[in-house]
């Protein structure tokens, strides 16, 4: 004999809900298949992804299309020529989603590096610009990689606090950006004459010192960071 678990009514088997207050019956001793149970049958579980695999698959992907175009520029003109850039182009791309699905951020950054000067060495050799990739692209990509990299270090530094953190950060961009003309200038003058990085530099140097200033004012800090949320 099953009971109304709000009432307490007597219930006959039959029954699906109270007659007297049509609270619905719940029976645990009911036949599998005769109620049906508050939770799903089948749990839903986290699978991670099979890194190693996408990426594998990606670079056969890579392989194919350039396999392909490959034959293409041979049957049109007899010789690599345009296709060599695709397959540069398809390869950078692979190399960019490799370097995202790497756990260290070193080797990211590297692996990143390393596709973009192989990408502009293929374009230089392909186009004889031998001379503009060792002066200018080669610098400018060493330059910006070790920028990122000297970024990464110094977020890593534990002990210092956010302001201190984005004041060198925003310093040592302006030195970046001059060191981005100097670049420039020795490539098509041989003559280092610097001008428009020194307007560029000086927001991003003034920042820098005004978030240095704040990070020594413990107060001005704290109350910057209670505004800056609701």
Not at 102 to 129: D, H, Q, V
Not at 134 to 155: D, E, M, Q, S
Request: charged content about 15%; proline content about 3%; aromatic content about 12%.
């Amino acid at each position: 004999m099953s009971y109304c678990v709000n009432c307490g009514v007597k219930l006959a088997p039959s029954e699906k809900v109270c007659p007297l207050c049509d609270t619905p019956v719940i029976n645990p001793k009911a036949q599998e298949g005769e109620a049906k149970s508050a939770y799903p049958d089948k749990v839903d579980t986290y699978r991670p992804l099979n890194v190693r695999f996408i990426v594998g698959m990606l670079w056969i992907g890579v392989a194919v299309v350039s396999v392909i175009v490959a034959l293409c520029d041979l049957l049109t003109s007899h010789t690599l020529s345009w296709s060599l850039f695709v397959i540069g182009g398809v390869a950078y791309a692979g190399a960019i989603l490799t370097s995202i699905s790497l756990k260290s951020k070193w080797a990211s950054l590297l692996s990143l590096t390393c596709g973009t000067l192989l990408l502009l060495l293929l374009i230089a050799w392909r186009t004889g610009g031998m001379d503009w990739f060792a002066v200018l692209a080669a610098p400018l990509t060493v330059l910006y990689g070790a920028y990122v990299c000297f970024c990464f270090l110094i977020a890593s530094v534990r002990g210092v606090n956010g302001f201190r953190k984005w004041a060198v950060c925003f310093l040592f961009f302006a030195l970046a950006l001059i060191g981005t003309e100097g670049a420039i200038d020795n490539f098509v003058s041989r003559k280092i004459d610097l001008f428009w990085s020194l307007y560029s530099a000086i927001p991003f140097a003034v920042i820098g010192a005004a978030l240095l200033i704040i990070s020594f004012n413990e107060r001005l800090m704290n109350e910057i960071k209670k505004r800056s949320f609701l």
